[in-house]
Antibody, heavy 120, light 110 residues
C-alpha cells in the first residue's frame, strides 16, 4: 500500500537550516507530483510547496518563497524540503502528500508528519 | 494566498445533516473547479473526502457530498454519525501551481 514517511524534523535556532525527507513506497513515485503541507499545532493546514513528477516544475507558498527549496530523487523514491533562514512562524508539523495525479492539487495520501521547532 | 473562510464550528445531532461553507474569491474557489475537502481526526493526518468539487474517492461514504456556487464551496454530511466528529478543511487550486486551504471547521456530534 502507499506509504509516505517523513523524517528530518527537530529543533533549530532562528536563521538556521533544516532538510526534511519523505520516503515513498507502494506506488510509482516517478509518475506523481508531491506536495509539502504544514500545520501549526492546534491550527489549520497550509500548503507549502509542490514538485512535478519529473521535477521540472516547482511552486511555493509566498510565506516560504526564496527560503525553502523542494526537490526529489526519483531513483531513491525520496522527496526533500530544504528549509533555510528559518523563523519562529515556520514551527509546525510538516506533511508530505501525494498528488492524486496530473498536477490535480488533490492530496490523496499523506505521511504521518515530522515536527519542526524553530526556537532559541 | 489568503486562507479560505470556513465557520469555526458546526454541530449536529446523530442522523441530522450539516453543511460547512468555504468562501474564497474569483482567484481560487470561484475561478476553478478544483475544490477538495479533507477530514482530520485528532493527531492524525488529513484524509481526502471530496475532490473536483463533488466527487468522492473510493471508500468514502456517500453521506459526504460537495457543491459549489460562485466563490463558495460547501460540504454536506448527511446522516451524521459519531465517527464524523473531526476537523474539516476545504482546499482550492489558486492558479500558478499553488493551492490554498480553508481555515478549518470543527464538527461536533451532539
Amino acid at each position: 500500500q502507499v506509504q509516505l514517511v517523513e523524517s528530518g524534523g527537530g529543533v533549530v535556532q532562528p536563521g538556521g537550516s533544516l532538510r526534511l525527507s519523505c520516503a515513498a513506497s507502494g506506488f510509482t513515485f516517478s509518475s506523481y507530483g508531491i506536495h509539502w503541507v504544514r500545520q501549526v499545532s492546534g491550527k489549520g493546514l497550509e500548503w507549502v510547496a509542490f514538485i512535478r513528477y519529473d521535477g521540472s516544475d516547482k511552486s511555493y507558498a509566498d510565506s516560504v518563497k526564496g527560503r525553502f527549496t523542494i526537490s526529489r530523487d526519483n531513483s531513491r523514491n525520496t522527496l526533500y524540503l530544504q528549509m533555510n533562514s528559518l523563523r519562529a512562524e515556520d514551527t509546525a508539523v510538516y506533511y508530505c502528500a501525494k498528488d492524486r495525479g496530473w498536477g490535480s492539487f488533490y492530496f490523496d495520501y499523506w505521511g504521518q508528519g515530522t515536527l519542526v521547532t524553530v526556537s532559541s | 494566498q489568503s486562507a479560505l473562510t470556513q465557520p469555526a464550528s458546526v454541530s449536529g445531532s446523530p442522523g441530522q445533516s450539516i453543511t460547512i461553507s468555504c468562501t474564497g474569491t474569483s482567484s481560487d474557489v470561484g475561478g476553478y473547479s478544483y475544490v477538495s475537502w479533507y477530514q482530520q481526526h485528532p493527531n492524525k493526518a488529513p484524509k481526502l473526502m471530496i475532490y473536483d468539487v463533488s466527487k468522492r474517492p473510493s471508500g468514502v461514504s456517500n453521506r459526504f457530498s460537495g457543491s459549489k456556487s460562485g466563490n463558495t464551496a460547501s460540504l454536506t454530511i448527511s446522516g451524521l454519525q459519531a465517527e464524523d466528529e473531526a476537523d474539516y478543511y476545504c482546499c482550492s487550486y489558486a492558479g500558478s501551481s499553488t493551492s490554498v486551504f480553508g481555515t478549518g471547521t470543527k464538527v461536533t456530534v451532539l
